[in-house]
């Protein structure tokens, strides 16, 4: 029985070049896409003027923070000057980590929002380039993938049509 498996094994090995001739594969850059494609780059201006103001109101405190800091390094302070500020400083701080916090979780909330579309779109894409063209496989996540193989350009280009 063990002979049996041992030379089915080596069968198949043996047929494995004829069928690799014939077989069609693709990869395609996702992080690319989410970057150059049209649709992409929209979405983060969208998100870059949606968030503006936030991001605006994070910059004032890092200001008056660096402000503080520098009153802080001074020597010229009274007792009450300084716990004043001491204790601005730390509260500035609090309210600041946790604005930022927040708007790093809202702003990645609605990046993956506005991108669900753009790789529902592109996936359609790929399938339909997978079919036109009798592609075996498309990858889309790979350590090493030789640039010959790479669709990415293609699906860029009908992306944005």
Same mark, same amino acid.
């Given at each position: 029985?063990?002979?049996?498996?041992?030379?089915?094994?080596?069968?198949?090995?043996?047929?494995?070049?004829?069928?690799?001739?014939?077989?069609?594969?693709?990869?395609?850059?996702?992080? /690319?896409?989410? &970057? !150059?494609?049209?649709?992409?780059?929209?979405? #983060?201006?969208?998100?870059?003027? $949606?968030? %503006?103001?936030?991001?605006?109101?994070?910059?004032?405190?890092?200001?008056?923070?660096?402000?503080?800091?520098?009153?802080?390094?001074?020597?010229?302070?009274?007792?009450?000057?300084?716990? /004043?500020?001491? &204790? !601005?400083?730390?509260?500035?701080?609090?309210? #600041?980590?946790?604005?930022?916090? $927040?708007? %790093?979780?809202?702003?990645?909330?609605?990046?993956?929002?506005?991108?669900?579309?753009?790789?529902?779109?592109?996936?359609?894409?790929?399938?339909?380039?997978?079919?036109?063209?009798?592609?075996?496989?498309?990858?889309?996540?790979?350590?090493?993938?030789?640039?010959?193989?790479?669709?990415?350009?293609?699906?860029?280009?009908?992306?944005?049509?």
């Amino acid at each position: 029985m063990k002979s049996w498996k041992w030379w089915l094994a080596v069968a198949s090995l043996a047929a494995l070049p004829v069928h690799a001739a014939d077989f069609k594969l693709g990869y395609v850059n996702v992080e /690319r896409i989410y &970057r !150059e494609a049209g649709a992409a780059v929209a979405i #983060y201006k969208k998100l870059d003027t $949606e968030f %503006a103001a936030r991001r605006a109101e994070l910059k004032k405190m890092e200001a008056r923070a660096k402000e503080l800091e520098s009153m802080l390094g001074g020597n010229s302070l009274s007792q009450d000057d300084r716990k /004043r500020y001491e &204790r !601005e400083y730390a509260s500035l701080d609090r309210d #600041y980590r946790a604005k930022s916090r $927040e708007l %790093a979780e809202d702003y990645n909330q609605r990046r993956n929002e506005e991108f669900a579309s753009v790789t529902d779109r592109a996936n359609r894409v790929v399938k339909e380039i997978a079919q036109r063209e009798n592609y075996d496989l498309i990858l889309q996540d790979a350590v090493y993938i030789n640039p010959k193989f790479d669709l990415t350009p293609q699906v860029l280009k009908e992306l944005d049509k």
